[in-house]
């Protein structure tokens, strides 16, 4: 608790912070975690602005070298994440490097978020490991260990839903395309619907979103419109819908201050 997460969303997030289903979840996401983003430099203009700043690192003394295996881990799972952006665009018909400008991954939010599950949850009562949602950015790079837990449901609107388990292959990652890939692509591209189960095992995982830069707009690609599949999203800057799904999800910070 004494780096507890900020309003830039860095730090230690405690058990219950997180509700991402509401209307089928009790109390709230039976995990707690801890998130790591770009470090800020003092000539960052964003260093004001909600997703971008310093990170709250624990004392050394306590977690010797625990800092500087976490920045290397930040870096490569980023430098990972790239590679992947350049199929998307391939996919999408643009240049594979359409992506890499500064207003998009050059100069990208990327948090990595360290998440510990225990307890037994029970989809009937309302009791989850992580409550059914669709991450909010481009896309989450996951590592995880052998303990199963996660779900998707390939069709988000089916009625009623139908849940499969996501199988942990060693020495692989999976890929969770987000909300922002979705709207970029009109719909092409599929935000994953997931959730998390608990069978009484601790289970560790590692999601790694990555989402364009703050003032980026998120707005139909050129190549995924058409006459006759005209854009289904508005545009939004991607700070706004960041911001909007972030205060959605997580319990007000005030709440902490009276413990």
Known sequence: MKVLRNENNRGYSPVFDQILDPENQVDGDYKESFFIGIEDFKDDPHGDTPFYGPNLWPDSDVLPGWQATMENYHQEALRVCKTIAKLLALALDLEADYFDKPEILGNPIAVMRLVHYEGVSDPSKGIFGCGAHSDFGMMTLLGTDSVM???????????????????????????????????????????????????????????????????????????????????????IKCSTYLTQRYQQSHVDLSIYKQI
């Not at 999976?174 to 599929?190: A, C, P």
């Not at 994953?192 to 999601?207: F, K, W």
């Open 149 to 235: 837990g996660l779900q998707i449901c390939k069709d988000k609107e089916a009625k009623p839903r139908k849940w499969e388990y996501v199988p942990s292959i060693k020495g692989a990652y999976i890929v969770n395309l987000g909300d922002l890939l979705e709207r970029w692509s009109n719909g092409i591209f599929k935000s994953t619907l997931h959730r998390v189960l608990g069978n009484g095992q601790e289970r560790y995982s590692i999601p790694f979103f990555v989402e364009p830069s703050h003032d980026c707009l998120v707005e139909c690609l050129p190549t995924c419109q058409s006459e006759n599949k005209p854009p289904k999203y508005p545009a």
